[in-house]
């Protein structure tokens, strides 16, 4: 399979403390990686370096075509934009939003056209059990259903790379199995590469590797 994600040697230091200390990470395309290890290793930091929220001190991270250039913001734009899903442990949804129209959004952002916007976003909350729900907005949904419509959102653009980062967290057991089985069941469909943080031993199931990290490191892999 080709190479998605190549990360190469990064480093990121907020004052005098490195936090990232020479990280070299590759993914394929449609490949699924959990990344593990204890808080404050640095797993955060990767992901936002790989969102462009941080930039890296050193090293080079490169996504399909794009070599992220701090400098040019209109790619580092269009790189979060059209390139990366992201689901975050608490959702993210906008409150005011409703199921549908939050799955709608990244549609937004790159300007589809709202019909296609509309079918799509339709055709994702069906394909995670919410077609009924999807007028309703966020704080009437449980937890499970806030998430399962984060999926939802986060490959409403097709991207080439899921970023979830502990998606499971905030669940209980039996609503985060159900979404680690519809976030593995996303990436085979539109064959999306993802990079899954956890401290969940369980949640890598789903996954095809498992890095660890430590002290800024990533160490080894299984």
């Given at each position: 399979?080709?190479?998605?994600?190549?990360?190469?040697?990064?480093?990121?230091?907020?004052?005098?403390?490195e936090?990232?200390?020479?990280?070299?990470?590759?993914?394929?395309?449609?490949?699924?990686?959990?990344l593990?290890?204890?808080?404050?290793?640095?797993?955060?930091?990767?992901?936002?370096c790989?969102?462009?929220?941080?930039?890296?001190?050193?090293?080079?991270?490169?996504?399909g075509?794009f070599?992220y250039?701090?400098?040019?913001?209109?790619?580092?734009?269009?790189?979060?934009?059209?390139?990366?899903g992201?689901?975050?442990?608490?959702?993210?949804?906008?409150?005011?939003?409703?199921?549908?129209?939050?799955?709608?959004?990244?549609?937004?952002?790159?300007?589809?056209?709202?019909d296609v916007?509309?079918?799509?976003?339709?055709?994702?909350?069906?394909?995670?059990g919410?077609?009924?729900?999807?007028?309703?907005?966020?704080?009437?949904?449980?937890?499970?259903?806030?998430?399962r419509?984060?999926?939802?959102?986060a490959?409403?653009?097709?991207?080439?790379?899921?970023?979830a980062?502990?998606?499971?967290?905030?669940?209980?057991?039996?609503s985060?199995a159900?979404?680690?089985?519809?976030?593995?069941?996303?990436?085979?469909e539109?064959g999306?590469?993802?990079?899954?943080?956890?401290h969940?031993?369980?949640?890598?199931?789903?996954?095809?590797r498992?890095?660890?990290?430590?002290?800024?490191?990533?160490?080894?892999?299984?």
């Amino acid at each position: 399979m080709s190479t998605i994600l190549n990360v190469t040697a990064i480093r990121k230091s907020y004052g005098a403390v490195e936090v990232l200390r020479g990280v070299d990470l590759n993914i394929a395309a449609g490949e699924r990686v959990a990344l593990m290890g204890p808080s404050g290793c640095g797993k955060s930091t990767l992901l936002n370096c790989l969102c462009g929220i941080d930039t890296v001190d050193h090293g080079t991270i490169q996504l399909g075509e794009f070599v992220y250039d701090p400098s040019q913001r209109g790619q580092m734009d269009r790189i979060r934009r059209e390139w990366i899903g992201y689901v975050f442990q608490s959702f993210h949804l906008l409150p005011t939003l409703s199921a549908l129209e939050n799955v709608e959004l990244p549609g937004s952002l790159i300007d589809m056209p709202a019909d296609v916007r509309q079918a799509r976003a339709r055709a994702l909350l069906q394909s995670v059990g919410l077609a009924n729900r999807q007028s309703h907005l966020p704080d009437s949904l449980s937890g499970g259903e806030r998430q399962r419509v984060a999926l939802a959102r986060a490959v409403m653009h097709r991207p080439q790379l899921i970023l979830a980062d502990e998606p499971t967290g905030s669940l209980d057991s039996a609503s985060g199995a159900v979404v680690l089985d519809l976030l593995q069941a996303l990436s085979v469909e539109h064959g999306i590469a993802l990079l899954l943080v956890t401290h969940d031993a369980d949640s890598t199931r789903i996954c095809d590797r498992v890095l660890h990290m430590r002290d800024g490191c990533i160490e080894d892999e299984v």
